[in-house]
């Protein structure tokens, strides 16, 4: 055992067994690593976005900067750097379910929410078979992701269940409840319109036009309006 310590190069030898050391060599190397990986997801995502047709890995990794090596460590299977794309450029959509709720009547926002969630899948027509194939076969695990959409989802129903409560509860003769309240039904299960809009949005998503995409969007919304009073 010391002489494999003692072989090893290094002008420290007798740290490169102890804890402390072993702890110091990695640090730039992981750091670089990070750094690698970053800029492999997003050199990925602008590639992806900007493609008719399938993506050269090979050719990601020259616009990294990086050999085909260090992509595949980072990502084995194109499956794997489909995934950490996707997942990485959500968590900007999923977290702008607050901040759209501060500026917007809850109905508004969950109508913005769903045209930024469509911009999104719109982007990902590059990766978009990956993703459906990966998800069918289980080589792409989707609660995660599917997840975050819903949570972002229940935010903004819930915010307008508690208008269109406050509407009715403050309404005589059922006035001022519905759209100007931006109230939502508060009968909808969140992972429901997940479904619903993943369906829209995935499945035949390079025949939308954008006009059939916008009158789509207005289905769900009515979908999820509660009914006008009678």
Excluded: C
Aim: no cysteine.
């Amino acid at each position: 055992m010391t002489s494999t310590d003692s072989a090893s190069p290094g002008p420290t030898p007798p740290g490169s067994g102890s804890g402390s050391g072993s702890g110091k060599k990695p640090r730039t190397p992981r750091a670089d690593a990070l750094r690698n990986r970053d800029k492999l997801v997003r050199v990925a995502g602008a590639a992806f976005a900007s493609a008719d047709g399938t993506v050269s890995l090979e050719g990601i990794a020259r616009d990294a900067g990086v050999g085909i090596g260090t992509l595949y460590r980072h990502f084995p299977t194109r499956e794997a750097l489909v995934e950490a794309v996707y997942a990485a450029e959500l968590d900007d959509v999923a977290a702008s379910a607050p901040a759209l709720l501060r500026e917007l009547p809850p109905d508004a926002a969950l109508r913005a929410w769903i045209e930024r969630y469509a911009a999104f899948i719109a982007t990902k027509r590059g990766m978009a078979d990956t993703l459906r194939a990966g998800w069918a076969s289980g080589r792409i695990a989707t609660p995660a992701t599917r997840e975050r959409i819903t949570a972002a989802i229940a935010t903004i129903l819930a915010a307008g269940a508690e208008a269109g409560a406050g509407a009715g509860a403050g309404a005589e003769g059922g006035a001022g409840v519905g759209a100007e309240g931006g109230a939502l039904r508060a009968d909808v299960e969140p992972d429901d319109v997940t479904v619903m809009l993943l369906g829209i949005f995935l499945a035949g998503a390079a025949a939308h036009t954008s006009e059939q995409t916008g009158r789509l969007i207005d289905l769900v919304m009515d979908a999820l309006r509660p009914p006008p009073p009678r």
